[in-house]
């Protein structure tokens, strides 16, 4: 009984590693002004002459300013909260 208990915690164990592995976004620079940001919803920023265009979704946190949002016509029928289009 004790046997099963300790790969019961184990186990346990594990699965809360890999959530909290899975919620932080990995942030690639692809080319100079071209980033992507994986997580649940994978997200790119277009940097050019100080301006910025988030496409599709900042997993992040780290894009709050920019300039346009670029999001799917999927999201705005569904009635998107998260900012103009």
Same mark, same amino acid.
């Given at each position: 009984m004790e046997r099963k208990i300790s790969a019961c915690w184990l186990g346990l164990a594990m699965a809360i590693v890999l959530i909290a592995a899975a919620s932080f976004a990995a942030t690639e620079e692809v080319v100079p002004g071209l980033t992507v940001v994986r997580g649940a919803v994978n997200g790119a920023c277009i940097e050019r002459n100080g301006r910025r265009l988030i496409v599709y979704g900042d997993p992040s946190g780290k894009w709050s300013a920019a300039? *346009?949002? *670029?999001r799917s016509a999927w999201r705005q029928y569904q009635g998107d909260p998260s900012g103009s289009p």
């Open positions: 300039g *346009a949002r *670029a």
